[in-house]
């Protein structure tokens, strides 16, 4: 059975002087009414995202998300901003963005307030947010999720007259670029249109991972 009260003295925002308000707030209400009684609202879970960000780092601040997606049922399929449940608010390229997790396996969807299509800007953008993440498209939408790949290169395939880039075959039929220019490294991307690109950002430099099918 679920301890409301423990949850919300642990995540929202509650301390042990309102137990007493606690008890009898909830005491008439459904499951899910106390779940969203006990939930901090937004601004609040984005404040505490945003200085544990500063103040720690990024994959702390999403572990803490996600440790809260987890408690208070946060999960959202087809979040919105509509905002049915609190969600991560994110400003890409001077536009808004969202983003919350799908489920407790940590595949998060970033979704735009606006319509907007998809682009490499956006998605490098992303990678230099959350580098602890790899970022990806599932058909249009943007998803974010922990992807490592073998970082052992078969082979060299940079082209020449490449400065700033370079690229590399790796196991399981992986091409993976790499440059200090975003730019260039876009250049090189056009020549796998079709195949899945995971996006990611180590060391200053911008990182694509082309699986081949």
Partial sequence: MTDYMDLALKYGGFTSLDKVYLKNALSDLSDSQKLAFITPPPSVINAYFAEIYQKQSPEAATDYYLELSKALDLFNLAPSFDERKPFIRLNLSGKSYGFCYETDDEVAHVFSEQLEVPT???????????????????????????????????????????????????????IKLASFNQDELVELLAQYKGQVIYYGFAQRECLAYIVQK
């Fill in 120 to 174: 490499t800007t956006i998605l490098f953008e992303l990678a230099q947010v959350f580098p602890q993440y790899k970022v990806y498209l599932e058909g249009s939408k943007i998803k974010m999720a922990k992807v490592d790949f073998d970082e052992d290169v078969l082979e060299e395939l940079t082209p020449e007259g490449q400065l700033l880039s370079r690229a590399s075959k790796l196991k399981g039929n992986v």
